[in-house]
């Protein structure tokens, strides 16, 4: 999901339901300089659930001629998932719903 626009939120939380197998998992986001400092993202099903509030970070890399900066959210991006089922998901960007960010849910191939 890509979380560009404020009108993605209800009441500044975003929500959805999608249904997800057996396996493991990382969370994969593609954030900015613009991106909420702190995107809290939990995940419930009948017998799952998961929590985290995640940071973001940049960090600046020096071309000799220029500095750029890249960013990454910090927190627990691994999910272990014991049986298929509906998970709902909720993502708060605790007051900014203007900066863009996006998060994928990926398997993984182990």
């Given at each position: ?31 900015n ?57 909720r ?20």
């Amino acid at each position: 999901m890509t979380l560009a626009t404020p009108d993605l939120y209800k009441e500044g939380i975003f929500a959805d339901s999608f249904t997800i197998q057996k396996g493991e998992y990382l969370f994969r986001f593609v954030p900015n300089g613009d991106s909420p400092d702190m995107l809290s993202v939990s995940l419930i099903g009948i017998s799952f659930s998961f929590s985290e509030d995640f940071e973001l970070s940049g960090t600046s890399h020096e071309t000799g001629i220029s500095v750029y900066y890249t960013w990454d959210y910090i927190g627990e991006k691994r999910l272990l998932v014991q049986e298929g089922q509906e998970l709902e998901i909720r993502i708060n960007p605790h007051g900014n719903i203007q900066g863009p960010v996006s998060l994928d849910i990926i398997k993984s191939k182990n």
